[in-house]
Nanobody, 115 residues
Framework: QVRLVESGGGLVQPGGSLRLSCLASGTIFRFTTMAWYRQAPGKERELVARITSAGTTTYVDSVKGRFTISRDNPLNRVYLQMNSLKPEDTAVYYC?????????WGQGTQVTVSS
């Protein structure tokens, strides 16, 4: 059984930074393209960043230049460094496969950007 555990969220002021971490257990994901998603209240979940097994990254336009996705395959971890945070980044953040063949979703980690 694959289990995803996200951590690192919190309350931060606009312009601040956070680093999210995702630990995947029960699978070896080094060959899998992974992604970070977010879901804001009343909105659909959206994919914000993805990283291939080779380390190629892509981002949604709204986070380009501010967010950086990375991975540590031996540790089965995916990270999301978020800089210059904006109130519109407020959401619950999740990690999972980048394709639609998702693992069971974790609990996510809440990111709140507010002064």
């Amino acid at each position: 059984q694959v289990r995803l555990v996200e951590s690192g969220g919190g309350l931060v002021q606009p312009g601040g930074s956070l680093r999210l971490s995702c630990l995947a257990s029960g699978t070896i994901f080094r060959f899998t393209t992974m992604a970070w998603y977010r879901q804001a209240p009343g909105k659909e979940r959206e994919l914000v960043a993805r990283i291939t097994s080779a380390g190629t990254t892509t981002y949604v336009d709204s986070v380009k230049g501010r967010f950086t996705i990375s991975r540590d395959n031996p540790l089965n971890r995916v990270y999301l460094q978020m800089n210059s945070l904006k109130p519109e980044d407020t959401a619950v953040y999740y990690c999972n496969r980048a394709d639609s063949n998702w693992y069971p979703w974790g609990q996510g980690t809440q990111v709140t950007v507010s002064s």
